[in-house]
T-cell receptor, first 111, second 113 residues
């Protein structure tokens, strides 16, 4: 069973709207939690990285939150743009540093 | 400064053949990791090398092997290819270990027929 579960699997939003992606994990203890953006056929690009003691981290229109008590993280995209269409992957780094990846949420932004 | 580069971009192999994928890390990065990403899934960790030594291995059979060279570039070898090995193979580099930011290359798309 995957130790990192993401939801929804996919979503479609209109340009300019906001959306929130969820990540639940069972990996414990962990060193950090990261969100990556992956365009189709390309390698993932880091958006945010948070240690277990951080609650929130922003990168432009992307804001990640972390609740280490409930083992949940979210990624909020504000004022979506067409270029936000991609897969967003949640990655948890356990203390043995063998990264655990979620399956990703595919976001499609429509004009 | 150039990012992580991988070669080839795409390749097609037949079941039972062997394949070698190559990765050049960002200049100054000493750690290289390999990941397999099957279509529709997140990447799965295969190997991590740091300073030319294997520092981590995921749940992959012995058909998968890798090495890191003195210039920190790396090769991933897969023997006796199976249809299920068809995937995007990603390489990532970091200054040191996996706890540092990972910078991914564009990947090599392997198709096994």
């Amino acid at each position: 069973k995957n130790q990192v579960e993401q939801s929804p699997q996919s979503l479609i939003i209109l340009e300019g709207k906001n959306c929130t992606l969820q990540c639940n994990y069972t990996v414990s203890p962990f060193s950090n939690l990261r969100w990556y953006k992956q365009d189709t056929g390309r390698g993932p690009v880091s958006l945010t990285i948070m240690t277990f003691s951080e609650n929130t981290k922003s990168n432009g229109r992307y804001t990640a939150t972390l609740d280490a008590d409930t083992k949940q993280s979210s990624l909020h995209i504000t004022a979506s743009q067409l270029s936000d269409s991609a897969s967003y992957i949640c990655v948890v780094t356990p203390n043995d540093y063998k990264l655990s990846f979620g399956a990703g949420t595919t976001v499609t932004v429509r004009a | 400064d150039a990012g992580v580069t991988q070669s080839p971009t795409h390749l097609i192999k037949t079941r039972g053949q062997q394949v070698t994928l190559r990765c050049s890390p960002i200049s100054g990065h000493k750690s290289v990791s390999w990941y397999q990403q099957v279509l529709g899934q997140g990447p799965q960790f295969i190997f991590q090398y740091y300073e030319k030594e294997e520092r981590g291995r995921g749940n992959f059979p012995d058909r998968f092997s890798a090495r890191q060279f003195p210039n920190y570039s790396s090769e991933l070898n897969v023997n006796a290819l199976l249809l299920g090995d068809s995937a995007l193979y990603l390489c990532a580099s970091s200054p040191q270990g996996l706890h540092y930011e990972q910078y991914f290359g564009p990947g090599t798309r392997l198709t096994v027929t």
